[in-house]
């Protein structure tokens, strides 16, 4: 209850959706990364927003969730990588967002890390600057057109 309301969301029921992605970068993700790419989206489904999680080798290696800043989120599934013993893991990983990015500080993040493919709902009127980091850092970014945000 919020001040004698309600908070209603309709339940993300969607599966993958992959006819409706585009690539938006000059680089196309690898078929590897494809694989990782998918995983990494479906399990950013299920994770408490702001939600990022980061893949490899079909195996999520970290994820940060629940932070009111996404590039926290970033910050936190890096880490978490790296404390886990899968630092060598995240160069060539793949990372998803449930929401877009309105700046491009969290894929700087996840680039520095060595996250070399992106999925991400797309919409934020920056996302011209996002796209180009990802050029400029030669990495993949994959617009789904479908956010998985919940509040």
Known sequence: QISG?????????????EDKWRVATKRQPTEA???????????????????????KDDMLIGSGMGQTSRV??????????????????????CAASDAFFPFSDGVDILIEAGVTAVIQPGGSKNDDDVITACDD????????GTRHFRH
């Not at 399990?43 to 939600?51: D, G, P, Q």
């Not at 850092?137 to 789904?144: D, E, K, N, Q």
Request: aromatic share 6%.
């Open 33 to 55: 990364e494809w694989n990782d790419l998918r995983l990494s989206w479906l399990v950013c489904k299920h994770t408490k927003s702001n939600a990022i999680t980061i893949c």
């Open 137 to 144: 850092a030669g990495i993949s970014m994959v617009l789904t």
């Open 72 to 93: 926290m989120s970033c910050r936190i599934a890096a880490w978490q990588a790296r404390d886990n013993g899968h630092g060598e893991k995240l160069v060539g990983a």
């Open 5 to 17: 309301g309600y908070l209603a969301q309709s339940a993300d029921d969607l599966g993958l959706n």
